[in-house]
């Protein structure tokens, strides 16, 4: 059983096109979290949330959106993409948020924007 | 958002030998302290938890905080091949809410 699994894998598409990526974990987490790793492996939170609600937003332009339906559930939705957008995109989850909460990541979805 | 800084690499050390990785941090609030590893192509595991000032020894790997210098660091002991990989250490900031990666540190082990 994966713990927190996203989808796709891989995302290529064309400058300007919208497209999502979705996230769910069966850990019974109640934190999620999207991260960002650019080609040179540098790792930044973009969004955080604890059952449902949105507790982190990192200066991320608006075309990023997330939604969490439920506590299980996080998903990205990017418009407009811009070739800057192109990163590994890490999905992520914990028990809580705090101080010694072990982050339980995806694999990842390899976003190539052409 | 503070800084965590690591000295990207790569670290090569031969296989058996202590590989040292080092982390330095700017939020003097923070109170917890990650290191995660990343394999090429994979997701980041976290491998060790620090919250004292001190070391703190699991198996082969000991980290290692002094939270008056802000400098973390992470032995791993014998290293083998299989430890090649990029570590990243993070800081729990933002009262508890955000963990912030460094740049991550290139560990080779040569057989």
């Known amino acids: 059983d994966t713990a927190v699994s996203q989808t796709p894998k891989y995302l290529v598409t064309q400058m300007g096109n919208d497209k999502s990526i979705k996230c769910e974990q069966n850990?019974?987490?109640?934190?999620m979290y999207w991260y960002k790793q650019d080609s040179k492996k540098f790792l930044k939170i973009m969004f955080s949330y604890n059952n449902k609600e949105l507790i982190i937003n990192e200066t991320v332009p608006n075309r990023f959106s997330p939604k969490s339906p439920d506590k299980a559930h996080l998903n990205l939705h990017i418009n407009s993409l811009e070739l800057g957008d192109s990163a590994v995109y890490f999905c992520?989850?914990?028990?809580?948020?705090?101080?010694?909460?072990?982050?339980?990541f995806g694999s990842g979805t390899q976003l190539s924007v052409l | 958002q503070k800084e965590v800084e690591q000295n990207s690499g790569p670290l090569s050390v031969p296989e058996g030998a202590i590989a040292s990785l080092n982390c330095t941090y700017s939020?003097?609030?923070?109170?917890?302290f990650f290191w995660y590893r990343q394999y090429s192509g994979k997701s980041p595991e976290l491998i060790m938890s620090?919250?004292?000032?001190g070391d703190k020894e699991d198996g082969r790997f000991t980290a290692q905080l002094n939270k008056a210098s802000q400098y973390v660091s992470l032995l791993i002991r014998d290293s083998q091949p299989s430890d090649s990989a990029t570590y990243l250490c993070?800081?729990?900031?933002?009262?508890?809410?955000?963990?912030?990666f460094g740049a991550g540190t290139i560990l080779r082990v040569k057989s």
């Open positions: 993070a800081s729990l900031q933002g009262d508890g809410n955000k963990l912030v």
């Open positions: 992520a989850s914990s028990l809580r948020q705090g101080i010694n909460e072990k982050l339980f």
């Open positions: 620090i919250y004292s000032n």
């Open positions: 850990l019974g987490h109640d934190t």
């Open positions: 939020d003097r609030g923070s109170q917890s």
